[in-house]
């Protein structure tokens, strides 16, 4: 069976190294918004593995792996590794007879047995791979392989957020008219003046500019500061497209004298809108008449865009949390549930204030809430997945075949905050398995 047609121009390898080596997520500890990516990937394709990884020089190496089989190896050895370097995916129900992989020892050991993978591009470079894989050959739906590119989309967006954000925290720096002393000769206050990347600026109770720097003037779309101090007369009006938010800034400052991260929507001299984060302080005589405010501003245009997208990459993870099969909640260290998907609660046929706070105590039978605690207490000292296949009996005697799988949960530090469980019913599946087996016994 061949690969799909390709997604992409073939990455040049140069090109993909250098956006690896940007990324800096190489060699790095396991992140939890990663994990579960990849754990959702294989519960949204229905399979008992999955895993996330780049495509290093010398190596394909794996940021996210959930039940993978595979170590970080040489590119030869893997099927990510194909995909990541053509830039196609491959989607192999029978991985034995699919000719871009049946020659791979992992496939000849019958390690995969079904393979699925797509690439994860970034800015038009195939830099990694999301895969999912069972030991048997099976089915992959066009619907699974769909979710498995949208879940792809979901770690490259991931990854290119993180890393805008961090760069843009490096470079807002502190405010830096609160560090001129007064002892600073005027030769060395003018040369931070003109050049800061930071706009620097003087106004008036009114409104109008007492001075400026270049910085400003270009932020705010001017050629000079003096074109800028002489022609805006009215910040209020002309500046903010919020008109009250100047008078809201006059009350703050009346309040404190002092005004930290104020965030507004302005407009630039061409008319464009942009948003910028002021630092400002009132400077007053020996009789406490206020002289002016002085302050800096910074252009947070671009951050603000990123955080907006980010939320909206988190909305639709939520949206897919909600929109799968399987049973989500999650716990904090004591057991009680801090979340949980509508499937949990329909299930449970409890609302979702009814579950937040409690515990499997509150929810099972005391023997079933001994065990589920058991099992928690496992993960929370070990750090470990624990996955186990548990039959229940429903109220009318019939028996429930649950699949359950539970991972930690890690805070920013790497320390486990709680724990996430996803369980399903597999009765149908395994009802199909006995029948197939049965079958089989016959024939034999």
Request: aromatic share 6%; net charge negative; glycine share 4%.
């Amino acid at each position: 069976m061949p690969s799909d047609s390709p997604e992409l121009p073939a990455t040049d390898e140069k090109a993909r190294n250098k956006k690896i080596r940007e990324l800096q997520v190489l060699d790095t500890e396991p992140e939890v918004a990663f994990n579960n990516l990849a754990q959702l990937a294989a519960n949204s394709c229905s399979a008992s593995m999955a895993a996330f990884g780049l495509l290093d020089k010398e190596t394909y190496w794996h940021k996210a792996r959930h039940h993978w089989p595979l170590e970080n190896i040489s590119h030869a050895e893997t099927p990510c590794a194909k995909v990541a370097d053509r830039g196609q995916s491959i989607i192999a129900n029978e991985a034995a007879a699919h000719t871009d992989i049946s020659h791979l020892s992992c496939v000849q050991s019958n390690t995969l047995g079904a393979y699925a993978g797509v690439p994860i591009v970034m800015d038009g470079i195939s830099v990694g791979c999301l895969a999912v894989a069972d030991e048997s050959a099976r089915e992959f739906s066009d619907t699974q392989t769909q979710s498995l590119k949208l879940l792809a989309e979901q770690i490259a967006l991931q990854l290119a957020q993180r890393g805008r954000l961090a760069e843009l925290e490096a470079e807002n720096s502190e405010l830096l008219i609160q560090e001129l002393s007064a002892e600073l000769a005027e030769e060395k206050y003018r040369s931070i003046f003109e050049h800061v990347q930071e706009g620097i600026f003087q106004t008036t109770a009114e409104g109008r500019f007492i001075s400026a720097n270049p910085m400003l003037a270009t932020i705010y779309g001017y050629n000079t500061p003096e074109e800028l101090t002489a022609s805006m007369n009215d910040i209020s009006g002309e500046l903010y497209v919020d008109p009250k938010r100047r008078s809201q800034f006059i009350q703050y400052m009346q309040e404190s004298d002092t005004i930290k991260n104020f965030q507004s929507q302005v407009r630039r001299h061409d008319g464009s809108l942009i948003w910028i984060s002021e630092n400002v302080r009132a400077v007053r005589n020996n009789d406490d008449e206020l002289l002016y405010y002085e302050g800096t501003v910074v252009d947070i245009t671009e951050q603000k865009e990123t955080e907006l997208a980010l939320r909206d990459s988190e909305l639709l993870y939520h949206s897919l949390v909600e929109s799968i099969p399987q049973n989500i909640v999650r716990k904090d260290l004591n057991g009680q549930f801090t979340f949980a998907n509508q499937k949990f609660c329909s299930t449970m046929n409890l609302s979702l204030d009814e579950i937040i706070g409690k515990t499997d105590h509150h929810l099972s039978p005391k023997a079933l809430a001994d065990k589920y605690r058991r099992d928690d207490q496992y993960i929370i000292e070990t750090g470990k997945t624990f996955a186990t296949t548990e039959e229940h009996s429903s109220p009318d005697g019939s028996k429930i075949i649950i699949d359950v799988v539970k991972t930690p949960l890690l805070g920013s530090e790497g320390n486990i905050t709680g724990i996430q469980v996803m369980f399903w019913d597999v009765t149908e599946r395994h009802q199909m398995e006995e029948e197939l087996a049965y079958e089989r016994d016959l024939l034999n």
